[in-house]
Structures are given as C-alpha cells and as structure tokens.
C-alpha cells in the first residue's frame, strides 16, 4: 500500500530538479516576451490594434525597409567573405597555431561589436581618422563627397567587421565535416577543382552556408549598440525606434509603441529562424559533426 | 546481401580492351624527416591482383596513392600500360580508387555515386543510368539503386564504391584497406566478391592491407612491406612457406623462435636437424623459425628426449584447430593441431613434440622466446 | 594532395589572411594610435588617455560593476545552469529538449526586444528589491544562456555521466557528491569555457544596460566618447585587449585541462 504514494513524491522531487531552472527562465525569459506580445496590443483603454496600426507609418515602414537591407547587404558581404576566411583556416592544420588565433579573434570579434567597433571605425575613418589624416599628407582625400561613416552607409561597414568573425565562427564545422576522401575520390574519378566544388563540395556546403547567411541576417536586424554608439539616437533602423520609445518622456503610449515595433521584430526573426531550422537538419543529415 | 549475379560481364567490359602491367620504378616519398617510401620496385602484371602487406607506417598506403596520382613522388616513375604517368594529375591517370571507408557523396543515392565519374565524362544521362544500373548489378546491390550513403550498411557502402571505382572502366583498381572498416563477418564475404569482380573483369588490381590473412585468400602475390621497402615479394604460398626474412616470417602467420645452432646447411634444434630455407648460412648459433603447424605432439613415454618433453599448459579452441600452448621447461612452444587431435592432450598433460622436416629460417638478431 | 595543389592552397591562404588581417587590425591599430595622440597634431604619443582612466572615478565604478556583474553571472549560471542540466541528463531526459529550446531562444530574441519586456520588470525591481546596477545580472544571465548552454553540452556530452553517476550511487554517494565531486571535475574545461563566455559577453554588453539606464563599461565608453573621443577609446582598447587574451586562454586553457584529464575515452 505504500507503493503508489511513494512513487508519485519520487516522480514530484524529480521534477522539483528542474523547476529553479524554469521558474529563472519564466520570470526572466517568458514574461519579458509576454510582456512585450501584451504591450504590443494594449492601449490607454483596454486593448487595441491601435500599435500595429502605427506600424504601418512611413518612418516606420523605413525604418524596416533599412533595417532590411542593412541587414541583407552586411550578411551577404559577411557571408562571403567569413566563408572564405573559414575555408582558408579550415585547410590549415587543426591544431595550428593560425587556427586558434584566428578563432580566438573571431570570438572577441563577433562578440564584441557596438561601441567600441563604432569608436575603432571612428578612429580610423573618421573626420580625424589615421587613415583619413594619413591619405590627406598624401594628397588623397578620403570623403571627396561629404563623411558616409555616420550613415547607413558606414553602418553597414562596420556590420560587415563583426558579420565576418560570425561566419567563420558559424560555417567553420561545417567545412570540418567535408571529408579529404570525397576530394580524392573526385579525383579519382576524373573530377577536377572546378568539378569537384561544383558537384560535390557546393551542394555539400550549400544548407550549411544559406544556415549561417540567416543567423548573419538575424544578427545583423537585431544588432542595436553599434547603430547607438555610430548614429544620432534618430531612428532610421528599427532597433533605434525602440529606444527612441523607450526614451521618449511620453509614458505608456510609447512603451506600447515600442512593444509593437519589437513585436516586428521577432516576426521577421522568428521567420528565419525555422528556415535555419530546417537547413540545418538537411546539413547535418550529411556533414557529420 | 541479396543474390550474386553471376553472369560474365567481361563483354560489357569495352571488349577488346586488354588489362595494363603497371610498374613502380624506385619509387621515393618523403615527409619532411621521415622516408615514407624508400626506392619501391614492384611490376604488377596485367590483370593480376598484388596485395601490400604490412604493419601501419611501412609505405603501402603511400605507395598506393602515388599509383592513384594523390600524392606527388619525391623521385622515381609510376609506369601505366606503357605510359609514364608520373606527373600526371589523379583525374588524368585513368585509376578507380576505393578508400577505407565514407567515400561515398552522402548527397547522392548508390547510383548517382556510380554515375559519378561517368558524369564526369560527359556521358549522357541515359547511358550513365544503364552502366550505373550493370554495376550495381555486379556488386549484387541493384535493390539498393535510390537508397543514400547513410541508409547502406558498411559492406553495402565499399560494394557501392567498387562499382562507382569500376564504372568507368579504369585500367588499374585500387584499394586502400576497404575491408579494414567493417565487420569480421562481413569482411570475409566481401574479400571473396572482390576477388570475384576481379577476376570476372580482369583487371590488374592494387589491394594494400595490414592484414595478412585477407592479402594472402585474395591476392595472386603479395607484397611485405617494412619501413617503406619491400622485404618479400612472391605468391602467397611462398611468402608463407618461404619467408625470405624474419619479419616475414613473424608477420604473415604465427612463428615459434627456438633456439639452435646451424651447422652445414641444416639447423640442430633441440635434438632435430631441420633443413633451412637458405642453405648457405653460415655456421654458429641461431634462432629457428618454426610454424606452429610444423609442430605435432604425441603423448610422453620415460625414454622420451628430454628438450622435446613438456607440458600442455593452455588450450585455444579455435574451430577446425586448436593451439596449444606447450612449456618445455626452458621455452614455450605454439601447436596447431586438428580439434580432434587435441582432444588427446588436454591441459595439463605430458607430452612430447616432434618438428616436421619443413625448410626453416633463421634469424641471428633477438633471443629466442614466446612467439 | 599534390604538390601543385599544396603550392596554390598556401598563395590562396596568404592573400585571404594578409588581406582581412589588415581589414581587421587596421581599425584595431588605429584606436591605440588615437588613444596615445597628444593635444595637437605634432604632440608626441602619450599614454595619458590610459593612465588617467583610473583617475575618472565614474569610469572606475563602471569598470569594477561591469566586472562584478562579470563574476556574478558566471557564477549564477553555473548554479543555476550546470545542476539542471546534470539533473535533466540523468533524470529528466524528456526535458532535455524543453530545456535546449529554453537556452536557445535568446538568439531569437534578440536583447533590443527583451529590454521592452524587461523594463516592467525592472520598474518594480527598481522600488522593491534594488536600484543597484549589479540587478543587470538577472537580465544577463539570460542573454548567456545560449553561449554557456553549447558549451556545457559540449562537456557533458564527452564525459558518460549516466555510468560515471550510477558507479558513484552504487558506491554509496549523494546526488550532491556525484554532481559536484565526480561529474563536474571531469567538464572542467566546459566550465571554464562557459565562465569566459560569460565574462566576454557581460563585458561587451551594451544593449539592455543602455535601455535600463544603468552605466557599465559599453556605456561608460559611450559616453565618454561624446566628449572625449580619445579617451574613450583607450578605454574600449583596453577591453578590447582583455577580453582577447581572455579568449586566448580559454582555447589553450580547454586543451590543458583536457590532455591532463586524459581526454575523452576512447571507445
């Protein structure tokens, strides 16, 4: 008789195991986003739709068109390259000095964008950067059409400083997973250079590069520090509206504005996480870890 | 498995087409200090199959991927059907290659992967899919045409790259340890079906193994490789019967060193004059090697010969043979009798061993001991 | 891979390296080279930007609260992290992936939208708990969640914790023990790995202590930066710099430990 009340207090201690965890998370990670899906509907009177409406807002509508593209051009740019860098240091030895540097440097880099990336690119392009000073006593002159660094322009540069550490970071295992035999059974085969990344190591990598391109693309949409440190508090990408909001002396209205233009956010990036999703499955089915 | 097809495809195989001799001329290959090939001279004839032989580090993968074209020669010709290959890249050198293990795409189904070179080719989709298709069918995995890499066992996947290797009709297969990977079942199933295609196809093979009962069942001559030169190189029959050197001789089946002293052309071990493979070696003390089925036992009397009494200390039952481990006092000694023979002398019996009168060698470096 | 190939792959690696190396270090160079100028452009380079740091007492309070909450949160998410996702391994496996999409949905969303969410949340704090700014630490122990969480299961999925805890139970030992005596010295490199992590992100926060409107280091250098452009970015050359080394540690650090531990078992 004892039996059944003994085993459900075992099955309820185990449980108790995991509810810190989850009582952290529920404060902490739930009721944030409940916070910011509620916000995003209530109004001064009771719940509206009157948030999203403003959505629809030239500035706004602009400032996702810009968010959009400064986040498609810097992955993109980022994406390219980063895997490049990661192709260069993956055919190198794997316990190579150069590997871990350049690891140890992809870290700090992607990690550790915003304000002082925003300040290094000031110190070397800026109005009195090293190599603007530098070129003028050479008789070059860097901004012949007027400064770009404080723009949308200069922004999307210094996306592409910490979007490439990211790729490397990112794609790396996924060029780990190519096998030295499937080169050398193209080979074999008959298969040149030409051949072999064209057949065999592109459609390989194809998943796991368009993967890492969307997790740049996220990553750039949310980025917020950088934009702050580099742009006037304005506005012209989405991040900045939310802090305009939040900022702003007018109260409520703006924090559920500010809910509202979150609420984009996480649409736009919760659409690309599930296609990350679901190319990383198809790139792990054959790259092995 | 499914069913073996049986049916000669050597019509199919571009006819007239003859089977190439491949040479490998003072062949050298060095990785910075180390000499991982050291002057190799092998001539493999037309439609034979030569098998490498010999421990992890002693040159024969290396040998085979200069054959293959993945690895430039530091000195030396890799000679194909006449033509000296030597600076040629892999894709030009007309060899189908199968590895030890994930070479196949994982991104292609079994027939895509046999296609594949074909495809390089520029054969038409049609006629790739009938040659695939006749491959498959060779390796007996045509049910298994739409299925990819992950969904193929390990024997089904080396079968996979064999018919992908013979695809394109190469002048010389290669193989680089594909049994290695798989399963002791397995491996001897698909050592009998590679000999199989090879023979039905005829074409002159290079198979590198570390393990010498695979090299000596397949190969029509073997090759002992040590530190990247050949020690021995002969029918297998010969490299066991007849090592030339005592690595060989340790190597390629089991040996028992026992100690003795040659004189005029034989070697007295133990109160037994033994016949030596090379009859000119000089005089003076040596150590014999004597193959454990050389050795028969019978049961001990009182007059028996002292040094060849002993006592059976452990059995293995091994199927068909047992081995028995006799102590003679101041050495051991491996038996390898019928089963039914050993019942006889179990553990713990006295016996009495006598050496039968095969050619042996001797070494004169180590001590005699344990096998 | 022949020699030809070999010869091609090492010029292709030259220009790739030799040429992000330069897009990199460039930015890099020149903040040091900003930070050391003197007043005026034909002053000698000075180190004043870095000294005087010390003598900011704004600057060392946000200094020593961003390295507080730094050790705060490494060690909050070892505590809270590691036991849960020992417990969840050994005894709740169903949860094991609940628990995974947990830790990985901060990558989704992002920090700019859960400062909307956090600042309710720290309104009441605020009046109820603590205005100090080390309260940030609740916030940032979320933002690490999927950095600490891959690389603790990483070291837990290299060490067999199920057989490892069952040998220690038999022989008597409390759920206690085998977590903290028998599993965790055997991740000890997944550990450090995950408290770097966590000092390398706590560090170069900017985002939800920006929104909330307290003053740590990214914010402090911020605001520096209005004003005085150089010394702000001596300051961020200076966290740009220990947070690298600090990395480069933890790779040579991870593969010390490892090779004394014997590294993985082999199967």
């Known amino acids: 008789m004892r039996r059944p009340l003994g085993g459900r207090l075992r099955i309820s201690t185990t449980w108790l195991g995991a509810a810190p965890f989850l009582a952290y998370t529920g404060l902490f990670l739930a009721l944030p986003t409940v916070l910011v899906a509620v916000g995003a509907f209530s109004g001064p009177h009771g719940p509206t739709l009157a948030n999203l409406a403003q959505l629809s807002q030239p500035y706004v509508v602009s400032a996702f068109v810009n968010s959009l593209v400064l986040s498609a051009v810097s992955s993109g740019v980022g994406a390219v390259v980063g895997a490049v860098l990661a192709y260069a240091v993956a055919t190198g030895s794997p316990d190579g000095i150069m590997r871990r540097l350049v690891t140890a440097l992809c870290g700090v880099l992607s990690q550790f964008g915003g304000v002082t990336l925003a300040f290094a690119f000031i110190a070397t392009i800026g109005t009195e950067g090293f190599i603007v000073i530098w070129l003028q006593q050479h008789g070059i002159t860097f901004y012949p059409n007027g400064v770009w660094l404080f723009s949308l322009t200069g922004l999307t540069l210094i996306y592409v400083y910490f979007q490439i550490p990211l790729m490397v970071i990112v794609f790396m295992p996924a060029l780990d997973g190519i096998r030295p035999q499937w080169r050398e059974a193209t080979e074999t085969l008959g298969g040149a250079t030409w051949h072999y990344w064209r057949h065999v190591a592109g459609p390989l990598l194809l998943p796991a590069f368009l993967g890492a391109w969307l997790l740049l693309f996220a990553n750039a949409f949310s980025a917020y520090a950088t934009a702050a440190a580099l742009l006037d508090i304005g506005g012209v990408i989405v991040p900045l509206q939310i802090s305009r909001a939040l900022s702003s002396e007018v109260g409520l209205n703006q924090a559920s504005f500010a809910a509202a233009l979150a609420l984009g956010m996480v649409v736009v990036v919760a659409i690309i996480t599930v296609l990350y999703a679901r190319l990383q499955r198809r790139s792990a089915r054959w790259l092995p870890r | 498995m499914g069913a073996l097809d049986t049916r000669p495809i050597g019509a199919s195989w571009g006819g007239s087409r003859s089977a190439a001799e491949v040479r490998l001329e003072d062949l050298r290959r060095i990785y910075g200090s180390t000499t991982a090939l050291d002057g190799l001279n092998i001539t493999i004839h037309a439609g034979e199959l030569v098998a490498l032989l010999g421990p992890s580090g002693c040159g024969k993968t290396t040998a085979l991927r200069l054959v293959a074209g993945l690895e430039d020669a530091d000195g030396g010709q890799v000679v194909i059907d006449g033509r000296d290959v030597t600076h040629l890249p892999a894709s030009r050198r007309d060899t189908g290659m199968v590895f030890q293990a994930y070479s196949l795409f994982p991104h292609m189904t079994a027939q895509e992967n046999v296609g594949f070179g074909l495809r390089m080719r520029k054969v038409g989709q049609a006629e790739r899919r009938q040659r695939a298709g006749e491959m498959l069918e060779l390796v007996g995995l045509s049910t298994q045409a739409d299925r990819y890499a992950h969904q193929l066992s390990g024997g089904q996947q080396q079968r996979v790259a064999l018919a992908r290797a013979l695809a394109i009709r190469p002048s010389v297969l290669l193989l680089d340890e594909p049994l290695s990977a798989l399963d002791a079942r397995v491996r001897s199933q698909l050592r009998d079906e590679i000999r199989r295609v090879q023979r039905e196809v005829g074409i002159t093979t290079l198979f590198v193994t570390h393990d010498q009962e695979e090299a000596l069942a397949i190969a029509d001559r073997v090759g002992v490789m040590r530190a990247g030169r050949l020690e021995q190189m002969g029918p297998p029959t010969a490299i066991y019967s007849r090592p030339a050197t005592p690595f060989v001789a340790e190597f390629v089946g089991l040996t028992n060193r026992l100690a003795g002293v040659v004189n005029g052309g034989a070697v007295d071990v133990r109160g037994v004059r033994l016949p030596l493979i090379a009859t000119d070696t000089p005089d003076g003390p040596a150590v014999a090697l004597v193959r454990p089925e050389a050795v028969s036992l019978a049961p001990a009397t009182e007059s028996s010969n002292g040094l060849l009494s002993g006592t059976v200390i452990a059995v293995s039952f091994l199927g068909a043979v047992s081995r028995l481990t006799v102590d003679l006092g101041d050495t051991t000694v491996l038996v390898q009798i019928p089963t039914a023979d050993a019942t006889a002398h179990p553990g713990g019996s006295r016996v009495r061993i006598a050496l039968r009168q095969d050619p042996v060698l001797i070494t004169r470096d180590g001590s005699p001991g344990k096998p | ?267």
């Open chain 3, 1 to 267: 891979m022949n020699r030809h190939r070999r010869r091609r792959l090492a010029a292709f690696k030259t220009v790739v390296y030799v040429v992000l190396g330069l897009f990199f270090l460039l930015p890099i160079a020149a903040m040091v080279e900003f930070a050391t100028r003197g007043v005026g452009l034909t002053s000698p380079r000075t180190l004043v930007a870095f000294t005087s740091i010390g003598s900011d007492p704004e600057l060392v309070d946000a200094i020593t609260a961003s390295l507080e909450l730094a050790v705060i949160t490494s060690v909050g998410m070892l505590a809270l992290l590691l036991p849960t996702m020992i417990w969840v391994r050994l005894r709740l496996p169903r949860m094991a992936r609940p628990v995974e999409l947990l830790c990985l949905t901060p990558l989704t969303i992002p920090a700019i939208v859960l400062v909307v969410g956090f600042a309710p949340i720290y309104n009441w704090i605020e009046i109820n708990v603590s205005d100090s700014i080390l309260t940030l630490a609740f916030a940032y122990l979320i933002l690490v969640l999927p950095y600490c969480y891959r690389a603790l299961d990483a070291g837990l999925s290299a060490v067999d914790i199920r057989t490892l805890s069952e040998a220690a139970r038999s022989l008597g030992a409390s759920w206690g023990t085998v977590m903290w005596r028998v599993i965790v010295p055997n991740m000890s490199s997944a550990v450090s790995n995950a408290c770097l992590l966590c000092v390398a992100v706590v560090l170069g926060e900017f985002t939800v202590a920006n929104l909330l409107n307290f003053e740590n280091l990214q914010v402090a250098i911020s605001i520096l930066g209005t004003g005085n452009a150089r010394d702000s970015i001596a300051l961020a050359v200076l966290s740009l710099v220990f947070v690298f080394f600090f990395l480069l540690v933890l790779s040579f650090l991870g593969r010390a430990l490892s090779r004394r531990r014997g590294g993985r078992a082999r199967a």
